[in-house]
């Protein structure tokens, strides 16, 4: 618990970004030292920004780094761009628009050299950007990462009589290990309440549609651009094998890591643990730890005890 | 750990109390949770039939005059995996398992069947009154 009057370190501002020829107005936060490396900061699908929020606040990661963390346009505090009518259209993500907006954003922000980090969707959108911008980026962090991952562009995540708020959230209640503190993960759906109608579904079509690297994973050039595909032990969509196999398939440049008893919101179910397990991984694109990361991250590689699961509701003794 | 053993009348009294004195099915709208739903463990179906969030009585060997929306189906080493304290990946939760049958067609997984909007209709109470399976199992946890 915070101290009465504490003031996070946290800043918000909103940055114009021109994407595909229209005036984007995207939030985005930050901290960190302004010439620390960037590491620039994606949520999941239908999402937004406050899933970083303990990596923002990680005293530890941002003496070094310049943490950002943006909204996607559409999500959060990025609204829609005012030049459009984008009411008359169901919203719907490709990888084209998607890495566009990435560039465009690290270009507007004018970062050097940045570190990329995503999940979910952001951490597919790394094959996609070591395909076509191998350049642009230092090093890619993709986070429950996977060559295909079908099966969720589902229409009942945007009809008309189903809850979808809840829907939306509740759907993505098992990606989560039940090693995660109930509070976080709570937090997680609690975010995830919060997105636009049909945005998470229109992330989706990007997720399991769009996106389908099966048999295009040689274009992916991570000779030129360090890519780490870092999934958690209970991502059932894309799973720790699921991330082995396509960093084979890519071959030179390409790591997979398992991150144990957690899931594929890591950041944001269990930021203590996610924290740690990230520090191993920025170590290695920076070479100041030693030797090769471990196929398997544990809790006790790097010192965090896991809390019991949930708060037990014991029962009264009658 | 709840000395019951797992599916029995007694395991399924414990469990419909440990429903009805849920703060979370009386919420956000859980309340209007009102479809019955079974439970099929290997060859034994159960109806669990459900009212304003609540269990008003569970059935063994449901027939032609019960009603139900949807239900869930699994071997038992399935369903013992999922109501384990700390569950394995992917049978730790409904959505989690019918996706690794449906979606990836690997086997020991649970399935949800039936009318697919009513499931998502009341994903959430129905969501957590399957896991509510889990904390009666254990006395305990979420």
Redesign the interface.
């Known amino acids: 618990m915070a101290e009465q009057g504490t003031i996070e370190p946290i800043t918000g501002k909103y940055v114009h970004v021109e994407i595909g020829g229209v005036d984007h107005r995207i939030y985005f936060e930050e901290n960190g030292p302004e010439d620390g490396t960037p590491i620039l900061c994606q949520h999941t699908a239908g999402n937004n920004c406050q899933e970083w929020r303990h990596l923002l606040t990680d005293e530890e990661i941002t003496e070094d780094y310049r943490v950002i963390a943006h909204d996607l346009p559409y999500h959060g505090k990025s609204v829609p761009p005012t030049s459009q009518s984008w009411w008359e259209e169901d919203y719907k993500m490709t990888g084209k628009q998607f890495t566009e907006t990435l560039v465009a954003l690290a270009d507007a922000l004018e970062l050097e050299d940045p570190i990329y980090m995503g999940s979910s969707m952001g951490g597919n959108i790394t094959l996609e950007l070591a395909d076509w911008y191998p350049d642009r980026f230092q090093a890619l962090i993709g986070l429950e990462c996977g060559a295909h991952s079908p099966g969720f562009y589902i229409d009942w995540l945007d009809h008309p009589e189903v809850n979808t708020t809840e829907v939306n959230a509740y759907s993505c209640w098992g990606l989560m290990a039940p090693q995660s503190p109930e509070e976080t993960r709570r937090e997680t759906m609690y975010l995830y309440e919060q997105g636009a109608n049909g945005v998470f579904k229109g992330d989706l079509y990007y997720y399991s549609v769009d996106h389908d690297y099966r048999d295009k994973l040689d274009q992916v050039k991570a000779d030129e651009c360090p890519l780490y595909i870092v999934n958690g032990e209970y991502d059932y969509l894309t799973t720790p094998e699921d991330g082995k196999e396509t960093a084979e398939g890519v071959g030179d440049g390409a790591v997979a890591v398992e991150m144990a008893q957690i899931g594929h919101f890591p950041m944001s179910e269990h930021p203590e643990l996610f924290n740690a397990y990230l520090k191993e991984i920025l170590g290695d694109i920076t070479g100041d730890r030693e030797g090769d990361l471990p196929s398997v991250l544990t809790p006790d590689d790097v010192g965090i005890e896991l809390h019991p699961p949930a708060p037990a509701r014991e029962k009264s003794a009658e | 750990m709840n000395d019951t053993e797992f599916a029995s009348h007694e395991w399924w009294e414990n469990y419909k109390?440990?429903v009805n004195?849920d703060p979370e099915m009386q919420v956000?709208?859980h309340d209007k949770f009102s479809d019955n739903f079974y439970v099929e463990i290997g060859e034994e179906r159960f109806l669990i039939q459900m009212q304003n969030g609540t269990v008003q009585e569970i059935l063994p060997n449901p027939a032609l005059n019960n009603r139900w929306s949807f239900g869930v189906e699994g071997d038992r080493e399935a369903w013992e995996e999922f109501v384990q304290?700390?569950?394995p990946?992917?049978n730790?939760?409904?959505?989690?398992?019918h996706?690794?049958s449906?979606?990836r067609n690997e086997d020991g997984h649970l399935m949800m069947r039936g009318d697919?909007?009513k499931i998502?209709?009341n994903?959430?109470p129905f969501?957590r009154a399957l896991d509510l399976m889990r904390?009666a199992n254990n006395?305990?946890?979420?």
């Not at chain 2, 730790?92 to 398992?97: G, L, Q």
């Not at chain 2, 006395?139 to 979420?142: D, K, L, M, T, V």
């Open positions: 109390e440990t004195s956000r709208g304290e700390t569950p990946a992917f730790h939760e409904i959505v989690a398992s996706y690794r449906a979606v697919n909007k998502f209709q994903l959430r969501q904390v006395n305990g946890g979420s």
